[in-house]
């Protein structure tokens, strides 16, 4: 430590939380509220304060990742968003020609000059939330935009010089079939992007669909449809030659999200604006949610921390097998030997005897990783390893 500084020189990714919505989508849980009649200008003033008190307390090198997520970045307007771009490339220590620099979107949110902005401020990468491309499950689901809006929005982004494009799927969603998802995949991968996400529904509390469930009122697919919407959804990514590189997750080489591999590998990152969390040196943190209670501590030239959690030994081989799994090459037994100085094979002895005798992970020489079976099973999977030790 120096001067009151921790030096955190393996802090290289940096989320950054834009809470605002124009619209608030059934299955969210995230931290987000109606951008109408809200203090955005005073939010951005106290997000690039608090980027500057984090870089100052925890001094890093260069970042390799930026990912700005929501709530709906692209729910700013062109002044807001030049804004927020011009604090971000103030503050944050980062080289345009090798950070991949990622905006979320909603389709439908981006006009020209809001891709100009975010392009000439070297944003690489966008992650649009497409979620289905059938109309009546959109609308069920609460989100506003239509499939034309998808193609227009891809389009426009192509135009302006984005070649780095991802787009969200949801399966499992309120009354879908598996005739609808495979219809929605075939639209997806039409559009020959370079990366795709396909995600099930997870019904979270404080949601819409969580308050319809508990009335009873939420008809989801049965579990075995679901499993078949992700066997799908792994075999259509196959066949038009994308890599599953994680349970969720598919990219041409080259494209995978080097963001999203930062919280696989277990590294350390930034968490900036209401409601973020980050990891920082042995240290879990989490910002307050609540826009008053988030930007009243900044005020205060403080850091907005509502919890702070120092991460004992237990919890980082645990979080390390957990999130390690999720990639398709599973846990690297010697780099977990490096973090470690033991093997993941020795520590987790009982576990892995188990989860091989059950078909759900296998085991080589380098490598721990999920079966087939152990992709389908892999949440029975993580928590095999929670609470062990």
């Known amino acids: 430590m120096l001067n009151g500084k921790k030096e955190c020189p393996m802090t290289k990714s940096a989320y950054i939380h834009i809470p605002f919505c124009q619209h608030i989508c059934h299955y969210c849980d995230f931290n987000k509220m109606f951008v109408k009649g809200q203090p955005v200008e005073e939010y951005l003033d106290a997000l690039k304060m608090e980027m500057k008190l984090a870089l100052e307390k925890y001094p890093t090198k260069k970042l390799s990742t930026i990912f700005v997520g929501g709530g709906t970045p692209t729910a700013l307007d062109e002044t807001q968003l030049e804004k927020l771009c011009l604090s971000i490339e103030e503050i944050l220590p980062f080289d345009e020609m090798d950070v991949e620099y990622t905006f979320e979107a909603n389709p439908g949110d981006l006009s020209d000059e809001k891709l100009q902005i975010l392009y000439n401020h070297g944003v690489n990468r966008l992650s649009f939330g497409v979620q289905s491309f059938n109309e009546e499950l959109l609308h069920k689901i609460g989100r506003t935009h239509k499939p034309k809006d998808v193609y227009e929005s891809i389009e426009k982004a192509q135009k302006a010089g984005f070649t780095n494009i991802s787009i969200d799927l949801i399966y499992g969603l309120p009354g879908q079939t598996l005739n609808d998802f495979k219809e929605t995949l075939l639209d997806a991968l039409a559009l020959e992007l370079p990366h795709y996400s396909g995600y099930s529904l997870i019904v979270e509390p404080k949601t819409v669909f969580y308050n319809l469930q508990q009335k009873g009122k939420l008809s989801l697919p049965p579990q075995e449809t679901e499993a078949a919407m992700y066997e799908l959804l792994m075999e259509q990514m196959d066949k038009k030659g994308l890599i599953q590189y994680e349970i969720s997750n598919f990219a041409k080489p080259g494209f995978e999200s080097k963001h999203n591999l930062t919280y696989w590998n277990n590294d350390q990152y930034f968490g900036f604006g209401a409601g973020a969390h980050g990891y920082i040196g042995n240290t879990r943190v989490a910002n307050f949610g609540p826009l008053k209670k988030y930007m009243e501590p900044i005020n205060q030239n403080e850091l907005p921390f509502i919890d702070v ?81």
């Open 309 to 389: 959690h120092e991460v004992t030994l237990v919890e980082k081989m645990e979080e390390e097998m957990f999130l390690g799994l999720r990639k398709i090459d599973g846990v690297s037994i010697e780099g977990f030997c490096q973090k470690f100085d033991k093997s993941p094979i020795e520590i987790f002895e009982k576990p892995i005897y188990e989860l091989k005798a059950k078909e759900l992970i296998k085991v080589d020489k380098y490598f721990i990783s999920l079966t087939h079976k152990g992709k389908l099973l892999g949440n029975e999977v993580f928590q095999a390893f929670i609470g062990v030790l």
